[in-house]
């Protein structure tokens, strides 16, 4: 009986802990695709580096903690800086990491219409002006025909 009740209570608390494991987990590996390692600037997910592996401790304690996402962001950044972040904030000067790009590309893409532009309109008018073409000369043409005869069977 006391056996029954001791598996019972064991098939209760033992999904549990998983789960908990499980989101313990989840969340980590959440925080880890979202920051850098500092040292060597990739995601902390992908690092190696000894740093890397003192960060993902930090993570893990800060995560045991109870932690929110943004709670550990902000413990991150104050321990290592803004670099830390694989997003940059939008605000400030990282919001130029949005900005440029956006502003780069349709650029390209008014100047790359402007200069077709001005190649179809030039297309265009040399087609108007096209110059009369000229058979050969009188000289050419007697020429021609003298080497032709000198190659007649």
Do not use: H
């Amino acid at each position: 009986m006391a056996l029954a009740v001791l598996a019972a209570l064991a098939a209760l608390i033992l999904p549990t802990a998983a789960s908990a494991a499980s989101a313990l987990r989840t969340e980590l590996n959440e925080i880890e695709s979202e920051v850098m390692c500092p040292v060597c600037g990739t995601l902390l997910e992908l690092a190696e580096s000894p740093q890397a592996t003192r960060e993902k401790a930090f993570v893990e304690k800060l995560v045991k903690q109870g932690q929110s996402k943004e709670e550990i962001k902000e413990a991150l950044v104050a321990q290592y800086g803004d670099a830390v972040l694989a997003e940059p904030k939008g605000s400030g000067f990282s919001l130029s990491a949005y900005v440029v790009p956006i502003v780069a590309f349709a650029l390209a893409v008014v100047l790359l219409a402007l200069a077709v532009w001005k190649w179809r309109k030039a297309a265009g008018s040399r087609e108007d002006r096209r110059p009369e073409v000229e058979g050969p000369s009188d000289e050419d043409r007697e020429r021609l025909d003298a080497d032709l005869a000198r190659y007649d069977l």
